[in-house]
């Protein structure tokens, strides 16, 4: 165990499965299994589950009774963080950029479950820079102490995109154990990337054990230039931590930006075709703004034969459910795409 010794609680639902998915890997030509990190429990399931389990673990033993953390309106982050304070008794402080939704005006999605969850959600203004947010975080952070309590700061700056780059070398740990057991060696293993600590940390675990599959982190903000340089960043400071030699570099990964046209959280007539055609072939509904764009990389990979036919291929569900409720309009609209009618 690599992760053995590290702080941490365990509330997640692990091992996540590992599934064979028949027809999505007949319609494709190649042989997709599909790991579901979107069934890890807490609220509604999804990657942040993992590392709230390290994260949680360090900041109770320090007496920490509040979480405060800056992210979207619509962030899994914001929502997972609100859901742990509740399991554990904590109060949760989220920042999110203004405005504030209208009196009157109804939650949707992930901005609904921070409400439910019972989060004190702050707006901070809308086209802060790093600097101000991680000052607004301080200050929470500083109001907190004068009543009393003791806030940690969950930024990906901070411990947080460690514990977040480290529950993904344990979920590579684990997928290599599921592997073993099945007897399956796959060439290449899809998972979405954001700022990178996920992807980060399945890679880097991934070549630690020796395993020989080629992680591609689909860029869902497509800044992969940049990409490269912070997943090295990200896995160093995760490596140090474990105290393992092992070093990850940007050209182990392939790092998949094919759609620089499409801005974080649009949801495109291409993502909306491939949402449907996975739900439709496996029974798994994948959220719009990130798996929806891995599996659309996936589905090209395989078409320009980047991927070859035959091939196995791991799919890492990372979650993200609420998006599916919120992008209702664009996901209902009608399909343009000739696969539409997909049986
Ligand atoms: C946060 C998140 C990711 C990616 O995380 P990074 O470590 O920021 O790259 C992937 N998928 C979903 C659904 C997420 O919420």
């Not at 030509?29 to 069934?39: A, H, Q, Y």
């Not at 599959?213 to 800044?223: C, D, E, G, Q, T």
């Not at 949801?267 to 929806?292: K, S």
Request: hydrophobic residues 50%; contains cysteine.
């Amino acid at each position: 165990m690599i992760c053995q010794g590290q702080p941490r609680i365990s509330f997640a639902h692990l091992p996540t499965p590992l599934e064979a998915a028949p027809r999505l890997s007949a319609a494709l030509g190649i042989e997709l299994l599909i790991k579901r990190d979107d069934l890890t429990g807490l609220c509604v399931g999804g990657n942040k589950a993992r590392l709230l389990e390290f994260a949680i673990g360090s900041l109770r033993g320090q007496g920490v009774d509040t979480l405060i953390a800056h992210a979207a309106e619509q962030s899994n982050k914001l929502r997972d963080i609100a859901a742990a304070a509740a399991r554990f008794g904590m109060k949760a402080i989220l920042l999110v950029p203004g405005p504030p939704p209208a009196a009157g005006q109804t939650l949707q999605g992930n901005r609904l479950l921070f409400d439910l969850l019972g989060a004190d959600v702050r707006v901070v203004p809308p086209n802060a820079d790093r600097a101000e947010i991680m000052a607004a975080q301080q200050a929470v952070r500083d109001e907190v102490a004068r009543a009393g309590g003791k806030a940690a700061i969950l930024d990906r700056q901070l411990d947080y995109g460690i514990d977040a780059t480290i529950a993904y070398v344990n979920a590579a740990e684990e997928l290599c154990q599921q592997l073993a057991a099945a007897s399956i060696s796959p060439s290449a293993v899809f998972i979405a990337c954001g700022a990178g600590m996920t992807a980060a940390g399945l890679a880097l675990g991934l070549k630690h054990l020796g395993a020989p599959m080629r992680v591609h982190a689909v860029s869902i903000a497509s800044r992969a230039a940049d990409l490269g340089r912070e997943i090295e960043g990200h896995a160093a400071r995760a490596a140090q931590r474990l105290g393992i030699d092992t070093r990850l570099a940007a050209a182990d990964l392939t790092l998949v930006d094919d759609h620089p046209d499409i801005a974080y959280g649009e949801v495109t007539p291409e993502l909306v075709a491939v949402t449907r055609r996975f739900a439709r072939l496996h029974g798994m509904v994948i959220d719009p703004i990130y798996n929806a764009k891995v599996a659309l990389a996936l589905v090209e990979q395989v078409e320009t034969g980047r991927i070859a036919q035959g091939a196995r291929v791991v799919f890492v569900n990372t979650g993200g459910a609420p998006a599916i409720y919120n992008e209702a309009a664009a996901l209902s609209a009608p399909l343009i795409a000739p696969d539409a009618r997909i049986s």
